[in-house]
């Protein structure tokens, strides 16, 4: 059956600090991948978005890597701050190109100040 | 301009009584998608509509579920005779372009459902 895992577990990391969050899939055939972000009771905002045919992405502080061999992708936070702590969301769309995105279940991250 | 709009923020309904979810996609936009979020889970894909058309509805239970995206005024999620377990969040995204897949969604701030 088809998957999308993120860590379940949260994400603990010190104020300055690099946090990388990952997301694995199995039985899909993605197009591009996405990431956002979701604060307590709002809903998601978009933050990046990677195509198949691209390694890496940079926005800003943030960059993500998508490796259609290993299923996974990587995203990165540089010069974390408190204000990043929130869960971070990736979601695929397959190949066929309907529109409609298949999240996985978010890993909450905490940074410490 | 404003973003996707979702109303009521707040609905509580008893046990087979019918929730109706409002959504208002951003100017411009005519793709519109549904989505349920329940307690400690990722969102879950419902539907997906186009101005007067359901594009792909997978995701929506087979019964007392429907919705639409009316030529005019906003998209709609009806839910019929509420059970405790449709309790969730509900999250409205809206797209602009004629090839959504390849644009981000933007997302309202979703209905929080309660069934008592």
């Known amino acids: 059956s088809q998957k999308i895992e993120q860590n379940s577990e949260a994400l603990n990391i010190q104020e300055g600090k690099t946090a990388t969050l990952t997301c694995n899939y199995t039985?899909?055939?993605?197009?591009?991948l996405q990431w956002y972000r979701q604060d307590p009771g709002r809903g998601p905002v978009f933050l990046l978005l990677?195509?198949?045919?691209?390694k890496e992405k940079r926005k800003e502080r943030l960059k993500v890597t998508f490796d259609t061999t290993l299923k996974q992708s990587l995203f990165h936070i540089t010069a974390s701050q408190p204000a990043d702590s929130a869960t971070y969301l990736c979601?695929?769309?397959?190949?066929?190109?309907?529109?409609?995105?298949?999240f996985g279940q978010g890993t909450t991250l905490q940074v410490k100040p | 301009n404003a973003g996707v709009m979702q109303n009521p923020r707040h609905l509580v309904r008893r046990r087979g009584q019918e929730a109706r979810l409002r959504c208002s996609p951003m100017?411009?936009?005519?793709?519109v998608y549904w989505y349920r979020q329940l307690p400690e889970e990722g969102l879950k894909f419902m539907v997906y509509?186009?101005?007067?058309?359901?594009?792909?509805e997978s995701g929506m239970p087979k019964e007392r579920f429907s919705a639409e995206f009316p030529k005019e005024g906003p998209s709609i999620l009806r839910i019929q005779q509420v059970v405790r377990g449709d309790s969730a969040a509900y999250f409205c995204?809206?797209?602009?372009?004629?090839?959504?897949?390849?644009?981000?969604?933007?997302f309202g701030p979703g209905t929080r459902l309660t069934v008592l």
């Open positions: 995204a809206s797209s602009p372009e004629a090839k959504p897949s390849y644009n981000e969604q933007f």
């Open positions: 039985n899909y055939s993605p197009a591009y």
């Open positions: 990677i195509r198949e045919n691209e």
């Open positions: 979601a695929l769309e397959r190949s066929s190109n309907t529109g409609k995105l298949i």
């Open positions: 100017k411009g936009h005519s793709h």
């Open positions: 509509l186009q101005k007067e058309n359901i594009i792909d």
